[in-house]
T-cell receptor
């Protein structure tokens, strides 16, 4: 149980385009979903927290107009990287959990490469 | 001082050995403790979740929490080459969404 699916797993696109990443909880309802960014050989850096039906809460230093998050249902959250540039290239990982104090379950990540 | 300290130094062990990993933390508000395993180019996979001091066992894995010393451990018995991965400790406080992560410990099990 507790499977989180993230799609796509890898995307390469040109500078200036927008990229959408989907995160789905397959076998549970996720009241809260999280988006992380991970640089090589480093731990996860929280970007934002989203609760179903409400606006995401962004961490300090994360541009909310750059990284648009939508949590439209209890099983789906999306992250859109708008007007992506090479410095946005990274490994993006989502996670989901049912209730407060339940552990987060992670997707397999999306490797984003901006040329 | 960082909230969570985890020595990231790579750890190499022969197959069948016991792997011992640990994290220390400074925030006494942390009540929930997790260990995740992350393979290269994959997301973290939950291995153990506990919220009380003491030991919790699941197959070859044992998680240990000592809240008085602010110290948690993960033991892997009879290690296998498939256990080669990065292990992340994570913890959170009551009423707080945020997970505090250790830097991760790269483990290599040599056949």
């Amino acid at each position: 149980g507790a499977v989180v699916s993230q799609h796509p797993s890898w995307v390469i696109c040109k500078s200036g385009t927008s990229v959408k990443i989907e995160c789905r909880s397959l076998d549970f309802q996720a009241t809260t979903m999280f988006w992380y960014r991970q640089f090589p050989k480093q731990s996860l850096m929280l970007m934002a927290t989203s609760n179903e039906g409400s606006k995401a809460t962004y961490e300090q230093g994360v541009e909310k107009d750059k990284f648009l998050i939508n949590h439209a249902s209890l099983t789906l959250s999306t992250l859109t990287v708008t007007s992506a540039h090479p410095e946005d290239s990274s490994f993006y990982i989502c996670s989901a959990r049912t209730e407060t104090h339940q552990p987060q379950h992670f997707g397999d990540g999306t490797r984003l490469s901006i040329l | 001082q960082k909230e969570v300290e985890q020595d990231p130094g790579p750890l190499s062990v022969p197959e069948g050995a016991i792997v011992s990993l640990n994290c220390t933390y400074s925030n006494s508000a942390f009540q929930y403790f997790m260990w995740y395993r992350q393979y290269s180019r994959k997301g973290p996979e939950l291995l153990m979740y506990t919220y009380s001091s003491g030991n919790k066992e699941d197959g070859r894995f044992t998680a240990q929490v000592d809240k008085s010393s602010k110290y948690i451990s993960l033991f892997i018995r009879d290690s296998q080459p498939s256990d080669s991965a990065t292990y992340l400790c994570a913890m959170s406080a009551r009423g707080n969404n945020r997970l505090a992560f250790g830097k991760g410990n790269q483990v290599v099990v040599i056949p």
